[in-house]
């Protein structure tokens, strides 16, 4: 399994972008689906997750009313659209597969990553 995050990029705060994370394989709507970021000198963060159905989604507090997480099976693609950004959302964004039924906001469940796509959000 591979998974191809772009959509990253320089936009200034209240700015949007929309990421994108193509997976190979096609067992991709089988599986929960999420988004991380990272930031210099910190932890690696739940930012959201949609299950394998799009049903139930799940969002940090500090991105809930902003970013939006969708999926299109049919397309292997897993996005978030990112609206009201701000400088704090400045980091690398992964996209991430989880073998479970609802999101979860801990990293390690996770069994397969994307490369990373940088964020960066001016003032």
């Known amino acids: 399994v591979q998974l191809q995050a772009s959509g990253g990029g320089l936009v200034q705060a209240g700015g949007s972008l929309r990421l994108s994370c193509v997976a190979s394989?096609?067992?991709?709507?089988?599986?929960?689906m999420a988004w991380f970021r990272q930031a210099p000198g910190k932890e690696r963060e739940f930012v959201a997750g949609?299950?394998?159905?799009?049903?139930?989604?799940y969002y940090a507090d500090s991105v809930k009313g902003r970013f939006t997480i969708s999926r299109d099976n049919a397309k292997n693609t897993v996005y978030v659209q990112m609206d009201s950004l701000k400088p704090e959302d400045t980091a690398v964004y992964y996209c991430?597969?989880?073998?479970?039924?609802?999101?979860?906001?801990?990293?390690?469940?996770?069994?397969?990553w994307g490369q990373g796509t940088q964020v960066t959000v001016s003032s």
């Open positions: 991430a597969r989880q073998n479970g039924i609802v999101p979860d906001t801990t990293p390690a469940l996770y069994d397969y």
């Open positions: 394989g096609r067992t991709f709507s089988t599986y929960t």
């Open positions: 949609i299950s394998w159905r799009g049903g139930t989604t």
